[in-house]
């Protein structure tokens, strides 16, 4: 299918990562997928086993290697879209919310190397595919990004309000070179990574219930569209209306 547009996709192993992979497969897109593990076998798509790249985004010399990679695969075609949703929330003994007094330079550098540096490496080095295609990023944000939280570390907030910055810059930079920029900053989404206590937050949410996670997905994939094409440098909620 010569016509057959191309997604890359970090994050790709679990909660909205993996929802984006099947609604994009079932919109008739080719998904590229990266994440910090090997392929799992039990994930159900196609071609996730050939379509798979291993790599570090923390690390410059796996990522240069990731990028060669991919416009190895990629050949002659272009990069229809980059979704950047691979991120690292570290926390401290049983669970507990990594504050700014319990963070270490150490947590720092490697929250910010994966949630903020990955994706601006990611659109600066594969620009010249993105520009091609007349591609779409999608940056994967947090409501915890305009909003202290009661789970999420202060070095996760941080970098995730950066990551709406970094979303605006590219987007102007950007978008006279064809290549549109959104943010998605989705609430509280029902994945297996929830913190306990997470449940009984349904009480602020107006919908009274948590997020699913190919409910982000299928705006991801809005963004990603034609039907989106004089959207760029917005940042779209979703989270139930949760804005108390």
Known sequence: MTDQKTLLLT?????????TVKVFQAAGW???????????SRCP????????????????EARADLVARVRETLGDSGLHAIVNNAGISPKGEGGARLGIAESSDEVWQQVLSVNLLGP???????????????GAVVNVGSIVGKRVHPYAGA????????????????AAELGPRGVRVNLVTPGEIETEILSPGTEEMTDIIPLRRLGKPDEVARVVLFLCSEQASYVNGASVDVNGGQHA
Do not use: N
Request: proline content about 1%; aromatic content about 6%; glycine content about 8%.
């Open 11 to 19: 994050g790709a192993s679990r909660g909205i990562g993996h929802a």
């Open 155 to 170: 070095a996760y907030a941080c970098s995730k309000a950066a990551l709406d910055a970094l979303t605006r810059e590219a």
């Open 120 to 134: 601006a490496a990611l659109m600066r080095d594969l620009l010249p595919e993105l520009e091609q295609a007349r």
């Open 45 to 60: 798509w196609h071609a996730g086993s050939t379509d798979h790249f291993q790599g570090d985004l923390a690390d410059a």
């Open 30 to 40: 080719r998904v590229l997928t990266v994440s910090r593990t090997a392929f799992d």
